[in-house]
């Protein structure tokens, strides 16, 4: 069965209600050792294809990856991206804002971690945390310092989603292509690997009483993601609402998603000139002898 991008993509006006999307979804997968296979095929064309957008250096690629916790981000990135030229490939965690990051805007700490051309950044969190743990957690934006008449705003989170968006769209002018993953993991699964990980005497690390706390907040989390959902998936930056309970099927059908998006770039490999030929043919002389 094929991995149909657009079943998984929001289109931009459309208005999300995650209950109405699915958290698990008829697997693309017959067993494990067809897993395997299927996922090796795709890591082995995200590499060509890494390549080519390594030697054309032309465009970026900018994944983001949301979710609750325990979703399968950190497993999603590890496997789909294993056969990626570490070179071409740079991955940034953003967690607690420290002390320096508070001082700027909210957009600052992740504009500094931009792919280069030519290579493809992989945001495991990133801005959107301020429209989403932001909101959930007031406390959180009243830390950030800004100015009060921007913290009573009652537009301040319609402001920021304009702030991302305009952001997003100077990025894929100048050639930043843009893949935004929600990983959307069911409650009731999230019980069960949080289960695993105080079982798991190696999984014990995972777990803190935090994780708890915010399982508590689920129905203020959906909110808000729908929110930033209907706000901020646009033609040119696209959310993929990604059904999580399903580790397996997850990193195929976010594989297939990245594999389309690089499939849809112009590139070629640079070619010669004239001048470059001759002196190559040279090169080949002395090789020869």
């Known amino acids: 069965m094929k991995i149909s991008p657009k079943e998984f993509r929001v289109r931009e006006g459309d208005a999300v209600r995650l209950k109405q999307w699915p958290t698990k979804v008829k697997a693309f997968y017959k067993s494990e050792a067809d897993y395997q296979k299927k996922l090796a095929e795709h890591i082995q064309e995200l590499s060509e ?22 979703a399968g981000k950190d497993g999603a990135i590890k496997h789909v991206m294993s056969g990626v030229n570490p070179q071409g490939c740079q991955v940034f965690s953003f967690k607690h804002p420290c002390a320096e990051e508070l001082a700027h805007d909210f957009l600052w700490r992740t504009t500094r971690c931009l792919p280069e051309r030519g290579r493809i950044g992989i945001f495991n969190r990133s801005y959107y945390e301020e ?8 406390e959180i934006l009243q830390a950030e310092d800004i100015p ?11 402001r920021r989603y304009r702030s991302i968006t305009e952001q997003e769209k100077h990025l894929h002018r100048n050639g930043t292509r843009i893949i935004k993953f929600f990983l959307h993991l069911s409650k009731e699964e999230q019980r069960k690997r949080f289960l695993k990980r105080i079982e798991d005497p190696h999984k014990n690390w995972k777990f803190s009483q935090f994780d708890l706390a915010e399982r508590a907040r689920w129905k203020d989390y959906m909110k808000a993601y729908e929110a930033c959902l209907n706000a901020t998936s646009t033609a040119n930056a696209p959310w993929f609402v990604v059904p999580a309970d399903d580790k397996l099927n997850a990193r195929l059908i976010i594989s297939r998603i990245v594999l389309e998006t690089l499939k849809d770039l112009q590139m070629s490999y640079p070619k010669p000139d004239a001048k470059r030929v001759k002196e190559l043919q040279s090169f080949r002389k002395l090789l020869a002898k």
Request: aromatic residues 12%; proline residues 2%; hydrophobic residues 50%.
């Open 148 to 158: 009060d008449e921007l913290l009573h705003d009652k537009q301040i989170w319609e």
């Open 131 to 138: 429209v989403l743990i932001a909101r959930v957690h007031p």
């Open 49 to 70: 294809r890494q390549n080519h957008l390594y030697a054309y250096n032309r465009y970026a690629v900018l994944l983001i990856f949301q979710a609750m916790d325990a």
